[in-house]
């Protein structure tokens, strides 16, 4: 198995790209060890020193360092971990966990969820995260942003900037955009 990396906007972040699909729906973020438990990939990855968060994404695996923690100690211990991973047959999430409920939307909010997934999510993708619509309320949406996004330093310019304007340009009753959590 040949597993890329690539560098992503976030210093604390690399892109771990295993050339098989990691995430056949959804992506998820796991920010601590504890919350990783259902995910044999992650607490896998959660077991190497200096590493502070994990997320999955459709094709790619980003995960977050410590700051004292470099990047050349860690990165073959990360592409060692994920490689014995795929290798061992396990599944990367435990089945029984995607509960997701459909809620009524109003027609805006279907156009801003569509409007993030068609273009946003794979530009964010593409930098190693992902950008959640959490909610609308009051003309103002707001947005979870995960993996190489979470915590990276150009994020607040990619959301006021890049999917502030975009979203005002084509829903009108947005006024603002701001990160949630």
Request: with cysteine.
């Amino acid at each position: 198995m040949f597993i890329q990396t690539e560098a992503t906007p976030n210093p604390s972040t690399l892109k771990f790209l295993p050339g098989c699909e990691v995430m056949t729906k959804g992506t998820v973020d796991f920010v601590d060890p504890t919350a990783a438990k259902r995910s044999p990939l992650a607490t896998r990855l959660f077991a190497v020193p200096g590493v502070s968060s994990v997320f999955l994404g459709f094709d790619f695996v980003t995960v977050g360092k410590d700051g004292a923690t470099d990047w050349s100690v860690l990165k073959p211990q990360i592409l060692a971990a994920i490689m014995e991973h795929f290798s061992s047959g396990q599944p990367v999430i435990e089945a029984g966990d995607d509960a997701q409920s459909d809620e009524e939307e109003s027609d805006v909010v279907r156009q801003i969820r569509e409007l993030i997934e068609t273009r946003v999510r794979p530009a964010v993708a593409q930098d190693g995260g992902d950008i959640i619509f959490r909610s609308f309320e009051d003309g103002i949406v707001y947005l979870h942003l995960q993996g190489a996004c979470s915590g990276c330093p150009s994020s607040s310019a990619t959301l006021k900037h890049g999917i502030e304007n975009m979203l005002k340009y084509y829903v009108p009753e947005v006024v603002a955009v701001q990160a949630a959590d």
